[in-house]
């Protein structure tokens, strides 16, 4: 059986390191996100680079139906539905509770809650009738251990958890693994783009910042995007086989609770 990757926010940070890993693999790639620029790039390195050629882009935006239906249907025409679903998407805004309008927690339900769940319906019925398939989910900490500032990705995460958490059970007797990544801090655009607006509100110079937030982290910095990649690959893998309703931490040994 072919290995199908269906991978959203594929075209930067943790999404984009997830997608070369998995052409190294050969595994066929269907890469969404938002940006289509960002994903010809991507598209064009794995070709180069990996010299791997079976990769379909997609530009869409996982909080709308529109594009959902779009996506499956590019899947079924090409290289057919995947058996691997990796739900990655940008995380909410950073803020205080009382400084959104429902209008934005609509959005981001869509966005980080609601596409996990649609997208999972989807894609899950082919991994059941093939009795084999890997979803993963790329999260936050925050579901775990909820902080003020980021009130938004804590609530939406956490409700991811319980979701993957309930269908692993039944998941699980299809030879179906359903996992949930909770990050800490990993060098992307939008860790830089969270520092500089705590930096900024705090009236301390960026590298200064950036310095004194790795040093509360055990392990002194902030995780490589290939360091989830790698953690990925072996979760999709038959050696991640009896892996499945976990949230997995990756976080350098922030986090206090176990």
């Known amino acids: 059986m072919d290995k199908i990757a269906l991978i959203t926010g594929a075209s930067k940070g943790v999404g984009r390191s997830i997608s070369l890993e998995f052409a190294k693999k050969k595994i066929k790639l269907f890469l969404v996100a938002r940006n289509l620029n960002n994903l010809k790039k991507l598209k064009e390195e794995i070709n180069k680079k990996i010299n791997f050629q079976e990769v379909k882009i997609i530009k869409g935006d996982v909080s709308t139906k529109q594009s959902l239906k779009k996506i499956e ?18 995380g909410p805004p950073s803020g205080k509770f009382f400084e959104f309008n429902n209008k934005v927690w609509e959005k ?3 966005n980080n809650l609601m596409s996990v769940i649609n997208f999972t319906n989807t894609f ?12 993963i989910t790329i999260s936050s900490t925050v579901a ?3 902080s003020p500032n980021m009130v938004i990705s804590a609530t939406l995460r956490s409700g991811v958890s319980g979701f993957n958490k309930s269908i692993s059970f039944e998941l699980a007797k299809n030879n179906i693994t359903v996992n949930t990544i909770l990050l800490g801090g990993v060098k992307t655009e939008r860790l830089n783009e969270l520092i500089k ?3 900024k509100s705090k009236k301390v110079k960026f590298k200064t910042y950036l310095k004194k937030i790795e040093k509360t982290i055990p392990i002194g910095r902030f995780a490589e995007p290939e360091e989830i990649s790698n953690l990925i690959s072996f979760l999709i893998s038959e050696n991640g086989s009896y892996i499945t309703g976990q949230n997995i931490v990756i976080d350098g040994g922030l986090s206090k609770s176990f």
Not at 77 to 83: A, I, K, M, T, Y
């Open 73 to 90: 249907k590019i899947c079924k025409n090409s290289f057919g539905l995947p058996n691997i679903l990796i739900n990655n998407t940008g």
């Open 144 to 146: 775990k251990e909820p």
């Open 124 to 135: 899950h019925k082919k991994m059941v009738k093939n009795n084999w398939g890997r979803i």
């Open 197 to 199: 607006k705590s930096s």
């Open 108 to 110: 981001y339900i869509r």
